[in-house]
């Protein structure tokens, strides 16, 4: 099974940066398309932001120009840079595995970002 542990959300102020991370155990990274999902009070869940094993991105339009997904096989982590930060940001963000081979999808459990305005 898939294990993903995010981290890095917090409280930060409209205009700021924040940079979660995310950790990948359990099968080969290289075979999973990696992305972030984040759900904000009363909304439904939207995905910001994915990445291909070989790197190539896709973003939620607001979110373009803002935020940068990255992965570091390496590591077996990816990364969300999130700059310019918006109250309508907040929202709790949650990492994403999705198997290339059964399209099969794992869930980290979720970080919080409040951004205050």
């Known amino acids: 099974q898939v294990q993903l542990v995010e981290s890095g959300g917090g409280l930060v102020q409209a205009g700021g940066s924040l940079r979660l991370s995310c950790a990948f155990f359990?099968?080969?990274?290289?075979?999973?398309?990696m992305g972030w999902v984040r759900q904000a009070p009363g909304k439904e869940r939207e995905v910001v932001a994915r990445?291909?094993?070989?790197?190539?991105?896709a973003y939620e339009d607001s979110v373009k120009g803002r935020f940068t997904v990255s992965r570091d096989h390496a590591k077996n982590m990816v990364y969300l840079q999130m700059n310019s930060l918006k109250a309508e940001d907040t929202a709790v963000y949650y990492c994403?595995?999705?198997?290339?081979?059964?399209?099969?999808?794992?869930w980290g459990e979720g970080t919080l970002v409040t951004v205050s305005s």
């Open positions: 994403t595995a999705t198997s290339l081979s059964s399209s099969m999808e794992y």
């Open positions: 359990g099968r080969t990274f290289a075979e999973f398309i």
């Open positions: 990445i291909t094993p070989g790197y190539s991105t």
